[in-house]
């Protein structure tokens, strides 16, 4: 036996599950805001400490080789002096003055090689005093925000805990209004939704103009929408009126 056609819904019941839609989803709006900026806030927080520490491991690398780099040149100063204490040596052992002035000359190199290598020691001394100084900067402004973190994430936590429950039952609810709203009307809602800047897309007719865009209504149009026998529309903004009733009513089927 072939499936029953559900009953097609009329104008009446198509709006009233249009505007209980737009207040379901008015609500979960509502319920999102409450986080304000906090969202947008903690991923910043969080960018910003880790860009701070990815800065500290920048500097203890750069820490590690001033060290490294002023280990070598004390090495290659131990080594120069080792070699001009062998030079001279030898030139006391010298048969000629060829040899004699050859062994000045490698002295006077190793001379020359400790004079840089000290430069460089004092070079590298200064950039890693530097890097110290800038590594202990880092790691307290790593606490601070670290700290500033952790509070805004437990102010996100508590308002995201107060909130899941309503905001999940919502999502429930709306899913299952969307359902009994045929595809062509509820693109047409979820797109006026998306278009307006406060996310109404059904709204009352309020001292006889629309509640989005407060243009007049003429009274022979107002009169159709109380009669709610089709969707009608504002020719202004687009949004699909509903009459100053429907809330009450809406409201009583609620009790």
């Given at each position: 036996?072939?499936?029953?056609?559900?009953?097609?819904?009329?104008?009446?019941?198509?709006?009233?599950?249009?505007?209980?839609?737009?207040?379901?989803?008015?609500?979960?709006?509502?319920?999102?805001?409450?986080?304000?900026?906090?969202?947008?806030?903690?991923?910043?927080?969080?960018?910003?400490?880790?860009?701070?520490?990815?800065?500290?491991?920048?500097?203890?690398?750069?820490?590690?080789?001033?060290?490294?780099?002023?280990?070598?040149?004390?090495?290659?100063?131990?080594?120069?002096?080792?070699?001009?204490?062998?030079?001279?040596?030898?030139?006391?052992?010298?048969?000629?003055?060829?040899?004699?002035?050859?062994?000045?000359?490698?002295?006077?190199?190793?001379?020359?090689?400790?004079?840089?290598?000290?430069?460089?020691?004092r070079q590298y001394t200064a950039d890693l005093e530097q890097r110290k100084e800038d590594k202990i900067k880092t790691s307290d402004a790593i606490?601070?925000?670290?700290?500033?973190?952790?509070?805004?994430?437990?102010?996100?936590?508590?308002?995201?805990?107060?909130?899941?429950?309503?905001?999940?039952?919502?999502?429930?609810?709306?899913?299952?209004?969307?359902?009994?709203?045929?595809?062509?009307?509820?693109?047409?809602?979820?797109?006026?939704?998306?278009?307006?800047?406060?996310?109404?897309?059904?709204?009352?007719?309020?001292?006889?103009?629309?509640?989005?865009?407060?243009?007049?209504?003429?009274?022979?149009?107002?009169?159709?929408?109380?009669?709610?026998?089709?969707?009608?529309?504002?020719?202004?903004?687009?949004?699909?009126?509903?009459?100053?009733?429907?809330?009450?009513?809406?409201?009583?089927?609620?009790?």
């Amino acid at each position: 036996m072939a499936k029953k056609e559900e009953k097609e819904l009329t104008a009446e019941e198509k709006l009233k599950a249009l505007y209980e839609l737009q207040q379901v989803d008015s609500k979960i709006d509502e319920l999102r805001i409450l986080t304000g900026e906090l969202p947008q806030e903690v991923k910043d927080m969080s960018d910003e400490v880790e860009g701070l520490k990815t800065r500290l491991q920048n500097i203890e690398n750069e820490i590690h080789e001033c060290e490294t780099q002023i280990a070598d040149h004390n090495v290659r100063i131990a080594n120069a002096n080792a070699a001009i204490a062998r030079y001279k040596e030898q030139q006391d052992n010298v048969r000629n003055n060829r040899e004699y002035d050859n062994l000045t000359k490698e002295i006077e190199y190793q001379e020359l090689d400790i004079e840089l290598s000290n430069k460089k020691i004092r070079q590298y001394t200064a950039d890693l005093e530097q890097r110290k100084e800038d590594k202990i900067k880092t790691s307290d402004a790593i606490k601070e925000k670290s700290a500033d973190l952790e509070q805004k994430r437990g102010e996100l936590d508590a308002i995201m805990a107060e909130t899941k429950a309503e905001t999940e039952a919502l999502i429930l609810r709306a899913g299952d209004l969307e359902k009994k709203i045929e595809s062509r009307l509820l693109e047409a809602f979820k797109r006026i939704r998306k278009n307006a800047h406060n996310g109404l897309a059904v709204v009352k007719v309020e001292r006889d103009s629309c509640g989005g865009c407060h243009s007049k209504i003429p009274a022979q149009k107002q009169l159709d929408i109380r009669q709610r026998k089709k969707i009608i529309v504002c020719e202004f903004c687009g949004r699909i009126l509903v009459d100053p009733d429907m809330e009450q009513e809406m409201a009583k089927k609620k009790k």
